[in-house]
């Protein structure tokens, strides 16, 4: 076990990042939240973010802004359209896709360890639903591995490993889903929706709610989600 | 020659960055500098980023703000003193080591690059006068390539190779002062001092001031740099 030991742990607020918490936790790790504020089209993943690394018992949350807006390209920075249904499922890498996204944010995760000691950095990527996503490919992760451990002083000068955790990467959302209720997590605290209410409701239909709504069913278990249709 | 082809060049408003943006524009390139306010100590260095981008005719200069004074770690972003004299010239990793820098920084040209179409990173570092800083390393960099490669859409999917430029990797201060003189830099309007006074001179005494001082020197060129010492 990781007892006393250290680990970064990306929280988005979404369902897989909290179900990555609660696995960081049951290892023994002492869990330090990192979410990036990064001109998304709404807040409530930050508010979210915010209760689940309460309610976990982080040793410390850190939310980190950086305007992304600047450099646009995605449905998430830019004044793009979030696709919808049917337009949501197609094939190919899709519009709510951040141009190195994962890479800027697991840097700025190695950062944050390096400050703390830390080195395990855990991230909720996953190759099943998300395999449009170049960054969250096994093969990606790897490589970024090999690149922290040849980044820090850490690593170079005090000779530790550095292990880029990604425990959901093989796993379907309704095995994700039973995982984290196995752990006890509580997902009506959690938001996934990339265009929710002013509210903060979820839409309901855009890929993350389909992909959310789909995965309760597979698994089995009743979904806590309030969506507006 | 790379005509009509564009390049993101990371600009710190420095005497290597700014050495590196004439050899891009040199190579034909269209630029856009890209600049990071990171909490660093002063604006100096990003007043001066934006002369020199100005001065290049940059088609674009992005200012990104992130904020690693929440992180800290270094005595460039927390409040730890900047070492003078005998103690900046120490041997090991520098307290001005700032954690994961290139590594964020990259990251974030990366997405730059990708949002541009752009297939060249030209990026400053140098491992002669850093040696102690492990992400200014070639190992480094061509682990950082390899990784960007397998990040993004242009690379996975469109299958276009994207490229970490170092041109600056194995010269000394004065072979990078006596090529910038040789493309017409003009580097009055480059900052590279750590600690400087309120007004923006250079204190003369920092790690980087003793390098830039000693690289003129060693050059035979004048230094246009007002120093406060």
Do not use: W
Not at 98 to 117: D, H, K, Q, W, Y
């Amino acid at each position: 076990m990781n007892k006393g030991k250290k680990a970064v742990v990306l929280l988005s607020g979404g369902l897989d990042s909290t179900t990555v918490m609660a696995i960081a936790k049951n290892e023994g790790f002492l869990v330090y939240g990192i979410t990036f504020d990064y001109g998304q089209r709404h807040s409530s993943e930050i508010k979210a973010a915010k209760r689940i690394a309460k309610d976990f018992g982080a040793e410390k949350h850190f939310v980190i802004k950086i305007d992304l807006r600047k450099i646009g390209g995605s449905a998430l920075t830019a004044d793009i359209d979030v696709p919808k249904m049917e337009q949501a499922e197609q094939s190919g890498i899709p519009v709510t896709y951040v141009p190195a996204r994962n890479t800027i944010f697991l840097s700025i995760a190695l950062a944050c360890a390096e400050v703390l000691g830390a080195l395990d950095i855990f991230i909720g990527v996953n190759s099943i639903d998300y395999s449009g996503y170049p960054d969250c490919r096994p093969e990606y992760i790897e490589s970024f591995e090999q690149t922290a451990n040849l980044a820090t002083k850490m690593s170079v000068e005090e000779k530790k490993h550095i292990n880029i955790r990604t425990p959901l990467i093989n796993m379907t959302k309704a095995d994700i889903i039973r995982k984290g209720i196995e752990l006890g997590v509580d997902y009506s605290i959690t938001h996934s929706c990339y265009d929710p209410s002013p509210g903060g409701l979820a839409c309901g239909n855009c890929q993350s709610c389909l992909l959310r709504k789909k995965g309760f069913i597979k698994a089995g278990l009743p979904d806590p989600t309030k969506y507006m249709i």
